[in-house]
């Protein structure tokens, strides 16, 4: 089974933790990206044998953090994958911000590239461990010469070196959106998660 045909029953949402956050006929109207009146969710009674599609899931147009408090929770999808996400996501932006002539900095592209040999299976996770401080070390610089969009930019990379490939994934993306708040980047990153889960084995 493809891990976009693998399903999460509310009983998977209960032991997740979703419902200190949200109500159960909240997270029923998640794969609809509808956002439901308490009121009416004290009404809803919901069997924890209730499925949803992961695809379904993440394809979903309910808001976005939403997806990532998901893609957060170790055990929900590959540890791979977010990894992946967060590569792609870093990358991007660093890309953008190169083009707006904002930010080129040789110890955040090295981050990446070490980022991507992980990925191969070059390197081992702990081998990241001086590049997120180099990057650390690079927002500290960007911060005090008062650059905060170069700033932003070297978190997104320091967050995809994160030694846990899901506090790197959602905090990469938080980044991401931090410095790109419109439709067409949140549409991105949307799809660049999308696409990496339905083309999971």
Partial sequence: MSLSDQTLSIADF???????????????AFVAGKDIAADAAAQEEISDDLCFRLGDMFASPTKFPR???????PGLLPEQLVRQFAF??????LNRLSKEGVLSDIRLTAGIAAV???????RHVRSLEPLHRAAVQARLDH???ACERASDGCHAVEAALDPSAYEAAAETAYAFLGLFDDTESEAWIRTCLR???????
């Fill in 143 to 145: 911060q005090e010469h």
């Fill in 88 to 93: 792609e996501v870093a990358s991007e932006c």
């Fill in 67 to 73: 997806l990532l408090w998901l893609a957060r929770r």
């Fill in 195 to 201: 696409e990496l889960i339905q083309n999971a084995d």
């Fill in 14 to 28: 209960r032991r997740l933790g979703a419902f200190e956050l949200y109500h159960e006929a909240e997270v029923k």
């Fill in 116 to 122: 991507k040999a992980h990925l191969k299976g070059e």
